[in-house]
């Protein structure tokens, strides 16, 4: 077991596989990073586990052709229980075809992983989509004791520089638009982007090669103390008015062909990362909108239809 996935302590993770030998196999993997396991065979198997213990699943780790109910089938039934919406899902799949992957991203899909797997990047997928988990309920949880007060907010600025600012300062901006929660997760991915990626400069093949090696955070670290990186910022505004809330977030990094990340690419849906920008403009807001240079980026959620007469 890592030092990062010990250091998470235990968590309760749902494995769905018809096959009793990859079954097995998942779930030693799971235990041996010292998690518990809940276990089904069939896609329906898995509801019936999910209505009942919802709030203690983290992640679910989900085959994708099963008999009953298939991966697909189970992530949309999942989308109508409530204690569910806001957990990772890690979907398995002996198919590379991008056709098949992209369906399952768009479905709601956390990450995938393709059989067979290596145990590094099972290892590293799991601990992903279990950070994920424990920031979404730490996100809920904000915004069901934050809400009043933020719609008298109209025009606010922030300077930032930092990841853990970065998810503060998501939590802050989330509770000024109409759905909170879908907002904290397309907020927090564009300022994970502008500094991840403008400010410090790693690249995506980079990214891939830190979160297989499980050395992403440290070497975000490294970089936030370098003299060449710590003094730059990422540059927030917000404004918010009875019939919408725009969020312009600026970075001080040389831009990037935004053009290739606004939908989820069938030739990247296997990555282990790079959707936080497509997820925005498909999920998250109305409108999502970049400079020409890609270090600036705007992004608008209705408050009310505007009537047409």
């Not at 276990?39 to 198997?45: D, F, M, T, Y």
Request: proline share 3%; aromatic share 8%; hydrophobic share 40%.
């Amino acid at each position: 077991m890592s030092d990062e996935t010990d250091s998470m302590g235990q968590k309760t993770i749902l494995a769905v596989e018809d096959d009793a030998v990859s079954l097995m196999i998942l779930v030693n993997l799971l235990e041996d990073m010292g998690h518990l396991v809940f276990k089904a065979e069939n896609g329906q198997e898995a509801i019936d586990i999910v209505e009942k213990e919802a709030m203690k699943i983290d992640v679910i780790v989900l085959d994708k052709a099963m008999p009953v109910m298939d991966g697909i089938g189970v992530v949309e039934e999942l989308k109508h229980i409530p204690q569910a919406l806001n957990i990772p899902i890690v979907m398995v799949t002996g198919s590379t075809e991008p056709d098949e992957v992209k369906e399952g991203i768009d479905a709601g899909v956390f990450y995938y992983l393709t059989k067979p797997y290596a145990e590094d990047v099972f290892l590293s997928v799991i601990t992903s989509a279990l950070k994920e988990s424990e920031r979404r309920g730490l996100i809920q949880n904000e915004i069901e004791k934050q809400q009043t007060g933020f719609k008298y907010i109209n025009d606010a600025n922030f300077t930032i520089k930092r990841i853990d600012e970065a998810e503060d300062l998501a939590r802050f901006l989330a509770n000024c638009f109409p759905n909170p929660a879908k907002a904290y997760l397309g907020l927090y991915n564009l300022l994970l982007n502008a500094i991840e990626h403008g400010n410090l400069e790693v690249g995506y093949d980079d990214k891939t090669m830190l979160m297989t090696n499980n050395s992403w955070e440290e070497e975000i670290n490294f970089r936030q103390e370098s003299p060449k990186y710590e003094d730059r910022v990422v540059r927030v505004a917000i404004q918010r008015t009875d019939e919408k809330v725009n969020v312009q977030i600026t970075d001080e990094g040389k831009g990037f062909n935004w053009s290739n990340y606004m939908d989820i690419d069938p030739s990247r849906a296997l990555d282990i990362h790079g959707r936080g920008i497509a997820q925005a403009n498909k999920v998250c807001f109305d409108t999502v909108e970049y400079n020409d240079e890609g270090n600036s980026v705007t992004v608008t959620s209705q408050i009310q239809p505007t009537l047409k007469w």
